[in-house]
């Protein structure tokens, strides 16, 4: 992670001239030694570490999922700079809600994005900053975040919860990169030398394919990776390798660095006594955001006990028109389930919530093919399909009412029971309400979704059904 020097000197003008100054202070010829002029680099909680996880090991994914929110939005402008560390990009927008921020998984708070840069090394052996049970990869890519509630980037710096930092590891095995990558790396000729800026024109960070990735993340507790090395930084590097061209790699090796450095990654620190933790992000689903957050739709009533706010929505499907729904009625599968996720206001957050047995709320809505007219708000989610059928695709909407569901019409009766999420972490914490009527959906359109591509080449997203065991229904008509 790069010179925290450089970005203080942008907010405060009195420290220009000492940031600067401070910021050449260190090479990577020997990151051992940084420790004599900026102490906490020799701290207990610092960062690089070795990660004892092999690729295809399987893990135990905590409660929780990491929340990717807004990160399909344009930033108003996109700036690069080589600072003699790393290549760094400060993407910026001009309205605050409209700021990309991961929320969820080990993060208690919303952090937005500051900045993100590259680590790089000599050859295609080395570059990577973490390793995988000692096997270090070409390049690293680091997204950092800062908690909003500390107000700016610099308060949050001194704050031992204050930043999240994404990590995540490239390698020359799989041919093309990401977009991202393309855009970038399509500027590096303006970066030679150390102190070139740039503006160029601005792309959304979901072009990254890390960004969304519903791959599963390593969590632990750690330091920036430069000087001076502050122990303030929620750590989620994907256990995804991300790939990259030999020729790229190259490319970003004529990117000159300071002090005549030619690699940039830190030597691997002690773990000491630290844990790992690891969690799951989500995939294809639809993230409304209210500015003000007294707008924001929420259910009550029925089983329900108090308030509970809309999150997200998200679609389940199967190979073919007979299944597809994760509920059935007496047996019988129907094409597609709508799920509306929602979560008791009171407990704060999502993430809270779903620790809670009544923290969360969904709404589900079976479709079956039809001649009938699917509902307003299907038909402006599949407009938008086609640029969603790679994997860790992400757009903006243009905004409409969750009612062009067509689920508030006061005929509606709704089953309800006690059961959990349909997919891991399968926490119990859902009030389940499942609208009794079919609600229409052309041919057309089923196969537009089958058209969306899933992790792991998966044909379908629905779960088996579970067990009953004790548990009972009850029925409500909503009004
Ligand atoms: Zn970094
Ligand atoms: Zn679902």
């Known amino acids: ?189 303006g970066l030679r030398q150390p102190n070139d800026a740039i503006q160029i024109i601005p792309f959304p960070l979901s072009d990254f394919e890390v960004v969304n990735s519903r791959d599963t993340y390593v969590s632990y507790y750690g330091s920036l990776t430069t000087p001076g090395c502050n122990e303030v930084v929620t750590w989620l590097v994907a256990l995804d390798l991300f790939s990259i061209t030999s020729d790229e790699l190259q490319q970003i090796r004529s990117v000159q660095l300071g002090h005549g450095d030619t690699h940039n990654y830190r030597a691997l620190q002690n773990l000491n006594n630290r844990q790992f933790t690891y969690y799951q992000s989500k995939s294809v689903e639809i993230h409304p955001v209210w500015r003000n957050n007294a707008y924001r739709p929420y259910l009550s009533g029925g089983p329900l006990r108090s308030q509970y706010v809309v999150e997200q929505f998200h679609f389940h499907w199967g190979q073919n028109n007979n299944v597809g729904s994760e509920h059935t009625f007496r047996g019988g599968r129907s094409s597609m389930e709508l799920h509306i996720v929602h979560w008791k206001r009171e407990y704060g957050s999502f993430a809270a919530a779903m620790q809670r047995r009544d923290g969360l709320a969904v709404i589900a809505a079976l479709y079956q093919p039809s001649t009938g007219r699917s509902s307003n708000g299907i038909q402006q989610i599949w407009r938008q399909l086609r640029n969603l059928r790679q994997e860790n695709s992400a757009v903006q909407v243009s905004p409409f009412p969750l009612s062009d569901f067509g689920l508030l019409n006061p005929t509606h009766r709704y089953m309800s029971y006690f059961g959990s999420l349909t997919t891991p972490t399968c926490n119990e914490a859902a009030t389940w309400l499942v609208a009794l009527n079919l609600f229409p959906i052309s041919n057309n359109e089923l196969r537009d979704i089958r058209l969306v591509r899933l992790r792991h080449g998966d044909r379908h997203n629905y779960r088996p059904l579970q067990r009953l065991n004790n548990r009972r229904f009850t029925s409500y008509r909503s009004y």
Not at 80 to 96: F, M
């Open 1 to 189: 992670m790069t010179s925290i020097m450089v970005i203080l000197c942008r907010f405060f003008s009195f420290s220009l001239i000492w940031g600067l100054a401070k910021s050449q202070e260190f090479s990577y010829k020997d990151t051992t030694t940084w420790g004599q002029n900026y102490p906490t680099c020799n701290g207990n909680n610092q960062s690089p570490v070795d990660i004892p996880w092999g690729f295809g090991e399987t893990v135990i994914i905590q409660p929780g999922e990491l929340q990717w929110i807004n990160y399909g939005n344009i930033p108003d402008s996109m700036r690069i700079v080589n600072n003699g560390h790393t290549v760094q990009i400060y993407p910026t927008w001009v309205n605050a809600s409209d700021r990309p921020y991961l929320t969820g998984g080990p993060l208690g708070g919303q952090y937005v994005i500051e900045q993100f840069h590259f680590h790089w090394g000599q050859n295609d052996s080395v570059g990577s900053e973490h390793t995988f049970r000692g096997r270090r990869t070409a390049m690293e890519f680091h997204m950092v975040h800062w908690k909003s509630e500390y107000g700016t980037f610099e308060a949050a710096a001194s704050q031992a919860d204050g930043f999240a930092v994404i990590g995540a590891l490239y390698d020359p095995i799989f041919g093309k990169s990401s977009r991202g990558i393309e855009e970038i790396w399509r500027e590096l000729g």
